[in-house]
């Protein structure tokens, strides 16, 4: 708790000291909604009231100009897709990024918009809820593969190597909660089964590009009733190279092992469809696209203890991933169910 205590002292200085760059009245106050790879702050002007988001990002996660290069992508989403994304609000001198320098350490600060609407309540999840997913998921991919990127442009890979290779982004699995002999077991036995099947399945520009990463439920505000509702997708913080259909595995994050994955995955795909092409071979991949993010996780829990996810899943996910490893294994990699 002393570190989860450390880290929100340390934001919330970084956050107040970027709040004077911004035409916001003295004393406006600042609330923390979230924390996980980032902090992100409630702002609510002093002066007039209205209400915004700041985002302060993790310390040594992304360079400034990865940063720039995630807005350039908002930016274009909202001018040439109908994906409805945040809006950045510039500081008086119109800058996009706040730098905080925090004794030598520099620190980089966004601030959106207030998004109006309520993410999907994930104990009442439903088929037509992964199906409006799907459908996004796919605007995204059609504007992703079409734009021609800025120059400059840089952000992460997730690709093998920083997933769960020699330099994994979020850690090693086989240092978390609950993974001893028997789990690294089966867990290493499904990994090399997923390394030769995404091996056979390549990064050809056709599977692998610019991508969300992180494209849940938990990323989509909706507001309005479902027939005429408002859907803004948010949090674009781990966007970068990676297969386009990892954004599956994405979808179904933390629940991978529900019952309900295979009608879950079904309306995904017919979202999906109804906006764009997903040729059967992708489809055979969703499994291991889920096994993927799973595994993922599993590392990402044992270093994000500070995490809402981490402090309710951390102690049976081990268990889980191994039920969800031996189902992968026992299907040559084409199942989960």
Known sequence: MANHNGVIADDIHVAQAALAAYDLAPN????L?????????????AGTG??????????????????????????????????????VLPTRDGRRVVTVNVDGTLRYVVHFNMVAGVEPDEGALTLADFET??????????????????SGFSRFAWDWEHCLGDTPRWGRWQDAQGVGTAE???LQRAQ?????RLKSYGTAPDKFGLIHADLRLANL????????????????????FGWYFYDFGTAVSFIEDDPALPEWQESWVSGYRSRRELP?????????FVLLRRLMLLAWMGTHSHSKESATKAITYAEGSCRLAERYLSSNGHRLA
């Open 184 to 186: 690294h077991d089966v």
């Open 33 to 45: 909604l979230n924390l996980s790879e980032n902090a992100t702050y409630a702002v609510e002007d």
């Open 50 to 87: 209205a209400r915004s988001i700041l985002r302060v990002h993790r310390q040594n996660y992304h360079h400034r100009h990865q940063i720039e290069s995630e807005l350039d992508w908002l930016e274009a989403l909202s001018s040439g897709s109908d994906v409805t994304v945040p809006t």
């Open 221 to 240: 505000l909706v507001d309005g009733a479902a027939a005429d509702s408002r859907i803004t997708v948010i949090d674009f913080d781990d966007c970068g």
């Open 192 to 196: 090399d089964l997923l390394c030769h």
């Open 28 to 31: 406006s106050s600042l609330r």
């Open 280 to 288: 059967a071979e992708d489809e055979d991949m969703l499994p291991s």
């Open 133 to 150: 997913l799907g459908r996004i998921t796919a605007a995204l991919h059609e504007h992703s593969q079409n734009w021609r990127r800025p």
